[in-house]
């Protein structure tokens, strides 16, 4: 059964929910904008030591403020605390996967690497065109490419192989992630699917984060 665990930072308080934890390492997973920590499940299932940090008012209250800067000061904050040292990879998709790069930027004690699936590192028309708060199309209006060179830790930048151009009726939101943002890139795994990769293909993004905890953490495979 999860347990949800709230932890004061000076804007407001950040939750997170795991079940009991074992000893070893641990996986922070984070959803994305619109989205609830059940889309990570299928992911989760296959991993251990996982815990979900939930987005400020997305089931939980909001914070004192609404910008990246913010919210991932809040969750480094909120890490350090909860967390206490233990080592931890990062894992997150969309508007996760930028608070988790956003958190890198810290000093946080025990993090080890970034798994970020399918950032939207700059704005695009599917984001355009979606049904999201105005206060949420504002957090990622930004060009957030330059966290990528600002991080403390390695990064993963994990997209879907579903192109984000031309623009067009699709059933399903393809990758957000273009050529160029791509090309910027120096650490890219591509996985078969679009955007919401951890409800689409969580083998691969489970495999991938299986990977950092061997490399970063000396997890043994297997």
Not at 98 to 108: E, H, I, K, S, T
Not at 195 to 221: D, K, S
């Amino acid at each position: 059964m999860l347990k949800s665990t709230a932890v004061e930072t000076a804007v407001g308080h950040v939750w997170f929910s795991s079940e009991p934890l074992a000893d070893g390492p641990a996986v922070l997973l984070i959803h994305g904008a619109m989205r609830t920590t059940d889309e990570m499940q299928p992911v989760a299932r296959r991993l251990r030591n996982c815990v979900f940090g939930h987005l400020p008012a997305h089931g939980v209250p909001a914070l004192e403020g609404a910008n990246l800067d913010l919210w991932s000061r809040a969750f480094a904050t909120a890490a350090s605390a909860y967390f206490r040292g233990r080592p931890v990879v990062l894992a997150g998709e969309s508007l996760g996967a930028l608070v988790c790069l956003g958190m890198a930027r810290f000093p946080v004690p025990g993090l080890l690497s970034v798994v970020a699936v399918e950032p939207p590192l700059s704005f695009s028309w599917p984001l355009e065109a979606a049904a999201l708060p105005a206060w949420l199309k504002d957090m990622l209006r930004d060009d957030h490419r330059p966290l990528l060179a600002s991080s403390r830790i390695p990064v993963t930048v994990v997209a879907g192989d579903a192109p984000l151009h031309p623009p067009r009726p699709l059933a399903s939101t393809p990758s957000l992630l273009s050529d160029e943002d791509r090309q910027g890139v120096a650490s890219l795994e591509v996985l078969a699917g679009g955007h919401q990769l951890m409800t689409e293909n969580p083998e691969g993004c489970a495999a991938i984060v299986r990977r950092h905890l061997v490399q970063y953490a000396g997890v043994q495979a297997g």
